[in-house]
Every structure is written in C-alpha cells, then in structure tokens.
C-alpha cells in the first residue's frame, strides 16, 4: 500500500507547493498528483533498478519537487533517500547531466532534467550523458498505483506539527526532508518551500500568496 495513502481522505487538497525563484516557477501539487509520483518513483525503483528494502537511494539534486517525489517514492519503495555525499557507491543516483560523470563507479545513474513540467533531458532539448537513464520518460512508463510493502507515514508523525501551511526552508539531508515535507504531510498539513535567492519582501508575498499559518525553522 502506498505510504501517501492517508492523504487519500482529502485527495484534491495541495499538500506539497515548490517555489524555484531561479526558473521563476510555481509547482503545486495535490495530495493525489503527490501520490501518484511517489508510486511511479517506487515502481520503477523496484522494476527498473532492482532496490530492495532497505537499500540507500542517492539523491544528488537541490531541493526541488523532482527529487521531493524521488525521495518519497524511496520511502515508498521501503528504501532510504540519501541526499548527503554515499560513503560506498550506492544502488542507484539520481542527478543533473552536469554532475553524472561524478557517479561513474554507481550502476545505474538517473539524469534528472531541471524542467519544470517534468520532461527529460532530451525532450527538454539536453544531451543525455552516456550511459545514463533519462529520468522523464522513464519514470512516465510505470504505473501510478502500487502495492507493494511501504514506510508507515505515521511514523514520520511528530506531537508539535497539526494540520497547518507550513513554509519551510529546502532540504539537504534525510533528516531535513523528514522534518521539514513528511512530518507535516503525516500531521494532515501542507508545505510550501521556497527555493533560490529570494528577497525578505518576495517570501513575505509567497507567505501571504500561500496563505501559510506556520513557519519552520531548523530542527
């Protein structure tokens, strides 16, 4: 079963809202569109690069929604993203086409594009390194359903978060991610992050814009 499952009870709400200020873009995502990324992530993990539970999925991207919908359907997948520098060559790495050769000692290298629709590398008019995996078109083959086993949402679950719009600060490790998309998403919330160089006056319009009630600060 799908680890965004709970959020079925409200499937149209936006739970999960990306600012890119460098692209000038605005990605908001419902909790069924999230859940139905995470499913695809977690089947063409498991389909495509054979990861089993438990294994270490290398996220070697900024904060963006791309690599928040890799990261979740790792969890999915009953795996764990890393976002940090691997200490041993992971099963698989998702990055830019400008840091793949970083990764030639990993099997499988996933190129994410930086469009923001969505589309690969090569679609988005971008060579695809040698070697790599083209991370748009694949991930659209798989299905948006899964059922396979899952992280437990609840247990991301914290007693100080309730059903609130956050605005919270990008991610770069696991524990970020946890605390700052997961631990609001298992509390019935929603989250608004804000990435790039932004001015204290355009967060401040982003705030009102989004309507947020609550603000995140390190954990």
């Known amino acids: 079963m799908s680890m965004l499952s709970p959020l079925m009870q409200d499937p149209a709400s936006p739970r999960l809202?990306?600012?890119?200020?460098?692209?000038?873009?605005?990605?908001?995502?419902?909790?069924?569109?999230?859940?139905?990324?995470?499913?695809?992530?977690?089947?063409?993990?498991?389909?495509?690069?054979?990861?089993?539970?438990?294994?270490?999925?290398h996220i070697d991207l900024p904060a963006s929604w791309q690599s928040a919908a890799i990261a979740l359907g790792t969890y999915n997948a009953q795996s764990f993203p890393l976002f940090d520098a691997p200490l041993s060559p992971p099963t698989v790495t998702f990055t830019t086409t400008e840091r793949a050769s970083l990764w030639t000692e990993v099997p499988d290298v996933v190129v994410v594009s930086n469009d923001p629709f969505g589309r690969g590398v090569v679609e988005s008019g971008g060579e695809l390194p040698f070697g790599t995996v083209d991370f748009g078109p694949t991930v659209r083959f798989y299905g948006d359903q899964y059922y396979g086993e899952s992280a437990d949402l609840s247990d991301f679950a914290r007693a100080e978060f309730g059903?609130?719009?956050?605005l919270a600060h990008p991610w770069t490790t696991r524990e970020e991610f946890d605390y700052n998309v997961l631990a609001p998403l298992a509390a019935g919330g929603s989250v608004v992050v804000a990435t790039g160089l932004i001015p204290a006056e355009?967060?401040?319009?982003?705030?009102?814009v989004e309507k947020v009630t609550h603000f995140l600060t390190a954990d």
Do not use: C
């Open 17 to 57: 809202t990306v600012y890119d200020e460098a692209l000038g873009t605005r990605m908001e995502f419902s909790g069924q569109t999230l859940e139905n990324w995470a499913n695809k992530v977690a089947n063409m993990l498991i389909e495509e690069f054979d990861v089993e539970p438990g294994s270490q999925v």
């Open 202 to 208: 355009r967060l401040e319009h982003i705030t009102q």
């Open 163 to 166: 059903p609130h719009r956050y």
